[in-house]
DNA sequence: CGGCTGACTCTGG
DNA sequence: TCCAGAGCCAGCC
């Protein structure tokens, strides 16, 4: 496979950022600042600005990004926010009491 | 081409 | 531990 190049920069942003977040296993969650990590060259909030463009009928599992805190960021009126916190406890994910997971538990590359 | 929007992170108090 | 303000860039109309 000749997938081991950078062409990846060929493709736009946005899309470099869902295919980092289709790289996570189900039932492990990863921060904003960690996908902008290893995408590289952008900024926590260009995955963010990337997330809110992708809305539901996805294949990118946006459920399983939260931000650095380890809590979810609330969208719009707050009902994607209730839904990815439902979605995560399906997969196995536990939210603390403050509603937020522990990195330990669910923490993505860790 | 210009302007607007947006789901973050960091630091200080 | 919680709250507030500032910085940042790409995509879309």
Redesign the pocket.
């Known amino acids: 496979m000749q997938m081991n190049g950078k062409k990846s920069e060929k493709r736009?942003?946005?899309e470099r950022i869902y295919s980092i977040v289709r790289q996570i296993p189900p039932g492990r969650v990863a921060?904003?600042?960690q996908i902008?990590r290893i995408v590289g060259g952008?900024?926590?909030?260009?995955?963010?600005?990337a997330?809110?463009?992708?809305?539901s009928g996805s294949d990118v599992p946006?459920?399983r990004?939260i931000?650095?805190?380890g809590k979810i960021?609330?969208?719009?009126d707050g009902i994607?926010t209730s839904l990815?916190r439902q979605l995560l406890e399906e997969e196995g994910v536990k939210f603390n009491a403050?509603g937020r997971v522990d990195w330990d538990e669910v923490g993505w590359l860790v």
């Open positions: 736009p942003l946005y921060s904003y600042g902008a952008c900024t926590p909030r260009m995955v963010g600005y997330m809110s463009a992708l809305r946006w459920q990004v931000n650095s805190q960021s609330v969208h719009g994607g990815q403050s």
